[in-house]
């Protein structure tokens, strides 16, 4: 299928004009970015830019004096603040701008990486899996064009969301946020960002599947998040392997080191480069890992609703363990260094003894089984979403034109939603009591993690059932299913800085779960999550033998 | 006996689209009937209303006797249906598709199965990805042809697939009809409906406008007459039913209603006639007389459309 011409000897001379030829037509499909994405880029940008603007612009209300940002700052004597925000830099004089940049730049820069990873995978990988590209390659489009085209595009958001933050933070006129901090926050977001535009520029080269690019990638920024946590607590190291972490060491608004910024720049020209030379490696539509061929014929097990549901979900569940397993190890390695932190602490241990109960480490270790237990919502979601695709796609269709009953059906999916949620929370509590239990010796405190990521699992399955619900009811608006997560994730990321009150906690599934083992278990709340989502899935799976079958 | 599907002012709407309104149709068991219509009439949507995948808002559909929508799991076990667009699972096999649709249908016939395979040239060890649509268009017939069902749903089946293998499609399907079942076999190719099928519905915007069997609808149309005479043929065009006179000379093609054909044969023998072709309408010029009104002007038939027009008014 591919022409020959790149085998030919090429005059020196014509070196550019072949280079030209790659990329010609990378205008065009950058207008063609623009103009597909009129509404969603804008909307990404300010919804980020306003995530940071308006937790500054609640500042002076909420931290009218330096006691009260002291006190907040105390907070950060903590490992699990630490772990959760930043490294705390300029905490003895918290200013409003200290404020940002410990506990808002982490988030942000996270929420850049998502944006950049699922814009760049939408305008890469999506169009070659749907076909798509080739349509478009068979005009004058040269072979780089697309890649070329989707990283100006999202490189370009990442600048702009930095140049938002540069401008309109200092604008506020708010005490300690000035103009050349804003410039050094807004840069290491950007920074951030663009990183993972580069990861995903690599990750789009590597497997065929748009999905699979998306959670390459998704993986890189929580092994980003999981790094600079650890390094943030330990000896600092782990930080600087982070994109995340460089952008809170740029040290905004305390004694901003400029340097820093080089990091992600020189990070981002090895990844796009990386990216473009992968994709020489392959063809258009594939990846590059060639497919094998196949059994001819299909075990039993396969042949069951159930087991055909396991098979689709097989791959993604047993990454997600994986995955989610490493995180758990990882943020259960630091223990040692908590227990440092707290021995070299005095005041933190003085503090303690008044307040008696919990100790440190086990609100540590309940902090970190909540950050989990959000994260691994993410596969059922994730699971009820492909379940929808299954039926856009024409998939389900002939699947259902057999003796197999739209129940049936959607219960064998929500049994891998369900049953791979709980699993993948179960890998991510197991990866974090090993590593806690050896480095406390306490063969006891693995116990209790797994305990702890047990009470989580009605938490999450809120999520599943939510997502189910849609799909039966309003299967267009498929997304909402991530509104419970989203809001819980903001709520721990900026409930507290932001001080919400008490009915906002309330909303969140995840905040009726007991904080164990910092906390007493209790019975009710984990019973009552479970019967909503009985509820939820009721009202789904009801839905859905009523409505329609959609196919694009 | 029953007739094996059995519609009755069938209407489905999708938001302001009436995708179906007021459709009847009639399948009797035992034969092939022919769903004919162009790109958005309506077929697919029917074919998903009698897998009971749709909803229809109003309108009675029996399949085999039961309701397609409540009794759909039990319908499902004695039919088999092979859509015209086939998405196959990136990660199973050709192999491991077929089976599971046919095993979740309740078992295939392995010997068939790989009868099929054969027949059909069809490596069923390649991954989903790795199909082409035509490829991808036999796994789903194989599935089909391979279980053992009462009736065959076929939309558009063989989109994608070569020449060569639309013969061993058409070949399947006859030893298919041989044990007394029924097939839907919905198109848009007519020489395939032409080939295989012992009743025609003709769909358009949504509702059936003719329904019958081949020999009825050509009864309801012209037959085209192309002859050479000994003397010019000037007088031809004022024989009542005789319409799209083209002269050349001694030869002459035209269109003539069948119940005036033998007025229009007794004006040619007046002249002498040294060469005579006359053929019954493929289902190509059926059609273009059901959907002539959407012909491009410029069209070769555009003459046949103002024709028809003058006829009516």
């Known amino acids: 299928m591919t022409l020959t011409t790149a085998d030919r000897p090429t005059p020196a001379g014509i070196t550019t004009s072949a280079g030209g030829n790659a990329l010609a037509g990378t205008a065009t499909l950058i207008r063609f970015i623009l103009r597909r994405d009129r509404i969603r880029l804008p909307v990404w940008l300010a919804a980020l830019t306003l995530t940071t603007v308006s937790t500054a612009a609640s500042f002076p209300d909420l931290y009218p004096t330096e006691v009260e940002r002291q006190a907040r700052a105390a907070l950060f004597d903590s490992p699990a603040g630490i772990a959760m925000s930043g490294p705390g830099f300029g905490l003895d004089n918290y200013t409003y701008g200290s404020m940002l940049a410990q506990e808002i730049v982490g988030f942000v820069a996270i929420l850049a990486g998502l944006m950049s990873v699922l814009l760049l995978v939408r305008h890469t990988r999506t169009e070659e899996e749907t076909g798509r590209a080739e349509l478009v390659r068979a005009g004058v489009v040269g072979r780089h064009a697309h890649l070329a085209a989707a990283v100006i595009v999202v490189g370009s958001a990442n600048l702009v969301l930095g140049a938002l933050h540069a401008v309109l933070l200092p604008s506020m006129g708010l005490e300690s946020i000035n103009w050349t901090g804003s410039l050094a926050l807004g840069a290491s977001i950007a920074g951030a960002g663009l990183v993972f535009t580069g990861i995903a520029a690599v990750t789009v080269q590597v497997t065929e599947y748009s999905r699979a690019a998306s959670g390459l990638a998704g993986a890189a920024i929580g092994v980003a998040y999981a790094l600079r946590a650890a390094g943030d607590i330990g000896d600092n190291v782990l930080s600087w392997l982070s994109p995340i972490g460089w952008s809170q060491q740029t040290r905004s608004y305390v004694d901003e080191r400029w340097w820093v910024l080089l990091l992600p720049l020189v990070a981002t020209v090895l990844l796009v480069a990386t990216g473009f030379v992968l994709s020489t490696r392959r063809d258009v539509g594939s990846g590059l890992r060639q497919s094998r061929p196949g059994p001819a014929q299909a075990s039993p097990r396969l042949t069951t609703p159930l087991g055909f549901a396991l098979r689709l979900h097989r791959g993604a569940l047993l990454w997600w363990c994986v995955g989610m397993g490493l995180f758990g190890l990882v943020y259960g390695s630091i223990i040692s260094d908590v227990e440092q932190f707290v021995a070299d602490n005095q005041v933190l241990q003085d503090a303690m003894a008044d307040v008696g109960g919990a100790t440190l480490i086990d609100s540590f270790l309940a902090m970190v089984v909540s950050i989990l237990a959000t994260v691994s919502t993410i596969f059922g979601i994730l699971a009820i979403q492909r379940m929808r695709s299954e039926e856009t796609s024409g998939r389900a269709e002939p699947l259902l034109s057999t003796a197999l009953s739209r129940a049936r059906w959607a219960g064998s999916h929500l049994v891998v939603a369900l049953g791979g949620g709980a699993a993948v929370m179960l890998a991510a509590g197991l990866g974090l009591a090993i590593t806690a239990g050896f480095a406390l010796d306490d063969a006891a405190v693995a116990g209790d993690i797994l305990g702890a990521a047990l009470a989580y699992v009605p938490a999450l399955w809120i999520s599943v059932g939510l997502a189910i619900a849609i799909f039966g009811l309003i299967p267009r608006a498929i997304g909402l299913a991530w509104a419970v997560l989203v809001y819980a994730l903001v709520l721990s990321m900026l409930g507290g800085l932001l001080q919400f009150p008490e009915w906002m906690n309330n909303l969140s599934p995840f905040e009726h779960v007991p904080a164990l083992p910092a906390e007493e278990f209790t019975i009710t709340p984990i019973v009552v999550l479970t019967a909503i989502t009985a509820g939820l899935i009721w009202i789904g799976v009801a839905a859905f033998q009523r409505r329609d079958l959609t196919t694009n | ?313």
Not at chain 2, 12 to 32: C, H, I, M, Y
Not at chain 2, 266 to 293: A, K, M, N, W
Request: proline share 5%; hydrophobic share 40%.
């Open chain 2, 1 to 313: 006996m029953t007739p094996a599907i059995d519609v009755k002012g069938l209407v489905k709407t999708f938001g302001p689209v009436r995708a179906l309104d007021g459709l009847d149709l009639s399948v009797a068991t035992g034969e092939v009937h022919g769903f004919l219509g162009p790109n958005g009439a309506g077929k697919s949507t029917t074919i998903r209303v009698l897998l009971g995948l749709l909803r229809a808002d109003s309108g009675r559909a029996s399949v085999l006797g039961g309701d397609p929508w409540h009794d759909a799991v039990e319908l499902h076990r004695r039919l088999a249906y092979v859509p015209g667009d086939v998405n196959l699972w990136p990660n199973l096999t050709g192999g491991e598709a077929i089976d599971l649709l046919g095993r979740l249908r309740g078992g295939l016939d392995p010997r068939r199965r790989a009868d099929l395979l054969e027949r059909f040239a069809l490596d069923p060890t390649k991954k989903g990805r790795t199909y082409s649509k035509g490829n991808r268009q036999k796994v789903a017939l194989v599935a089909g042809l391979a279980s053992d069902v009462e009736l065959l749903v076929l939309d558009e089946p063989t989109s994608g697939l070569d020449p060569l293998m639309e013969a061993v499609f058409t070949e399947c399907i006859s030893e298919f009809m041989a044990d007394g079942r029924t097939v839907l076999l919905s198109s848009h190719i007519l020489a395939e409906v032409e080939k295989l099928c012992d009743r025609v519905s003709i769909i358009r915007a949504g509702r059936v406008v003719e329904s019958g069997t081949l020999d009825d609808l050509r009864h309801l149309t012209r037959t085209s007459v192309t002859a050479v005479t000994e003397q010019p043929p000037t007088g031809l065009a004022d024989v009542a039913g005789v319409h799209d006179v083209s002269l050349d000379g001694n030869r002459v093609e035209f269109e003539v209603d069948t119940d005036h054909m033998d007025a229009a044969i007794r004006e040619l023998s007046q002249l002498g006639v040294r060469s005579l072709i006359s053929h019954p309408p493929t289902l190509e010029e059926l059609f273009l007389r059901h959907y002539g009104d959407e012909i491009q002007p410029g069209d070769a038939n555009d003459g046949a459309k103002v024709e028809q027009a003058g006829g009516q008014a």
